[in-house]
């Protein structure tokens, strides 16, 4: 390996923090690693990572070398973009996790105009409502919709979400229209899976935060299929508003709950580690600019 080649090694070592998925990450292995890790801090002398049966820590010396290093290849990938015309021409493959909806409906209608700027720009989309394991599974873009939780991952927020309550006018007829979350007991719900468990539904009321556990005779873990079951009068639906928004328009939904609205759920591009490829940046832009453009996705 070159030098620029083992800058990479690190980075990506101190991101993961475990030799193996550094090595599984860029294919090559444990072994590779290990040696090309223990040659760098030869070479300059300096513990860069404490080594402990819990696994990897950077030390005081290598985080500085890690920034230094970020710093190197992000230049180095900058210069190595401005190519012929002094323009930036990415190219590549991304491997971008999103779920079925949301790319669908927003992210591959508008791809088109995306390779139209960025011809040397492919893009593999992992379909799924789990969380993936950026490193592991080798994802360079995630979309997340929701709180994130702490980690070392990059996050930007791109757009926001609003949630509605939903049903359909036969369902209402059938069972009547709920006043207040309270009344969601007695009432059957079209359940979101998310890791095999229901996921909560969160309200604002007069007395503060509410959050419900939904129970009901559908659970499905793909948000397409929770539209489709709130169309079908199976039960209550509680779901991002852009799931819904054409049907609430037409009226073949009505809005339940307004007043108990929750607080819009942040949208964030996450990526792994702080080195950002030129491709994986101008796609995250391109998102952005998606979510600005979308009156359901834009920051509030």
Known sequence: ?????????????????????????????????????AGLEARLGAQLLR???????????????????????????AAESCVGRGQASP????????????????VVPRLPEFFARFPGVSVDLDISERHVNLIEESIDVAIRIGRLSDSGLLARRIGSVETVTVASPDYLERCGEPKTPDDLAGHASVVFLFRGAPRAWDFRTPSGPLTVIPRGPVRVNDAEHIRAAVRAGLGIGHSPSWLFASDIASGAVTHLLRDFAPDPLPIHAISPGRLIPGKVKVFIDFLAQVCAEEPTLRIR
Do not use: H, W
């Open 1 to 37: 390996m070159d030098r620029l080649d083992v800058l990479q090694l690190f980075v990506r070592v101190a991101d993961t923090g475990s030799f193996s998925k550094a090595a599984r990450a860029l294919g090559v292995g444990q072994p590779t690693v290990s040696k090309q890790i």
């Open 51 to 77: 080594r402990t049966t819990r696994g990897l820590s950077v030390t005081e010396a290598g985080q500085d070398f890690y920034d230094a290093a970020v710093r190197l290849l992000g230049d180095f990938e």
């Open 91 to 106: 190219s590549g493959t991304i491997r971008v996790a999103i779920s079925a909806g949301f790319g669908r409906m927003f």
